[in-house]
């Protein structure tokens, strides 16, 4: 008897023959490399919580961006951790703030990296909320002014993109109106538009050091369980002006990721958050997985989902690991 079937396993028969016919592939140009820096002098600390990455001053920035740009990596997104922080995060927005000081370094010595600016509160307040507080309420509407004066004094340090994630309402319009206001029609805004109220966002906050000291942020980070949200947040983001859209976490939201491709004429960014990558630097130091093809199998598969460019810890490690590939 004659068996009609059709012969799939033909186009994996080699190596060769897979890379000839791979969909997806990842390189270089599509990470986004997140930094901290620390207000201070000689601090260059690694996070407990997350091998390999470190807290670093501006007199070891040099040498950190040294080291990403030999890695070919072409952007960095940056995260302030300052000397003093109060009610109003009054640091976030200070001309010579921290990521301040470090755009115009980046800038002037390494021009060719693009310098994304996190637009944020909450490393900066004292009780470590993306807005203004009053009692136990964040205050939306009033925190926008603060958030406006941050995108604006760190645009005029030299930020090439402004990447607000403090999910209030409105804070894309209010920062694009500032923006132009200011000078900076041409400044692209990469909005956090679909950030969930997450679990795995525990390490980052160890290495920004902005935990929220009261309550949580489920009033403004959105519900884990929903999936129409999003469309409802990324609508409104591209309506107010924003040109990058962000889905955050990454791996538990491709899903999301996939229907923001799906719906959306603009570049897809999904951030490989600090939970994702800790528990995989944790699996791999245990010797019960294997780093290096679990990190680039997932990484393939944010690519799959849509994402045009990946924000990730993991980005010097798996440049290295497909150069190795070539």
């Not at 897979?18 to 997806?24: D, F, G, I, Q, S």
């Amino acid at each position: 008897m004659e068996l009609q079937f059709s012969r799939h396993r033909r186009l994996r028969s080699s190596a060769s023959m897979r890379a000839l016919v791979r969909e997806n592939h990842l390189s270089a140009d599509d990470f986004i490399y997140p930094l901290f820096i620390y207000e201070g002098e000689n601090i260059r600390k690694e996070v407990s919580s997350m091998p390999g990455v470190f807290q670093v001053s501006l007199d070891h920035l040099e040498a950190e961006m040294e080291d990403i740009a030999a890695h070919g990596i072409k952007a960095v997104l940056l995260f302030g951790i300052p000397e003093t922080k109060d009610e109003c995060g009054g640091q976030a927005y200070h001309d010579h703030g921290i990521v301040q000081e470090a755009t115009r370094f980046i800038k002037k010595y390494f021009p060719d990296i693009l310098v994304v600016a996190d637009t944020c509160l909450c490393e900066y307040t004292s009780h470590g909320h993306c807005g203004m507080v009053k009692g136990d309420k964040i205050l939306n509407d009033e925190s926008l002014d603060l958030l406006v004066k941050t995108a604006v004094s760190q645009a005029k340090a030299g930020a090439d993109i402004i990447a607000p994630s403090n999910m209030m309402d409105g804070f894309v319009a209010a920062i694009r109106a500032g923006l132009d206001e200011a000078g900076f029609k041409e400044i692209p805004i990469m909005s956090y538009a679909v950030k969930y109220a997450s679990s795995f966002y525990g390490p980052f906050r160890e290495a920004a050091e902005g935990a929220p000291q009261f309550g949580d942020r489920k009033t403004y980070q959105m519900d884990p369980a929903n999936r129409l949200e999003a469309f409802r947040e990324a609508e409104s983001d591209v309506a107010e002006g924003a040109d990058f859209l962000i889905v955050k976490p990454g791996m538990p939201y491709l899903d999301i990721v996939r229907d923001i491709k799906n719906n959306f004429n603009l570049p897809v960014v999904v951030y490989n958050v600090s939970g994702e990558y800790s528990m995989i630097k944790a699996a791999a130091q245990n010797g019960w997985i294997d780093e290096k093809s679990t990190v680039l199998e997932m990484l393939t598969g944010m690519k799959r989902a849509g994402a045009d460019l990946i924000i990730t810890y993991h980005a010097k490690d798996a440049i290295r690991w497909l150069k190795e590939d070539q």
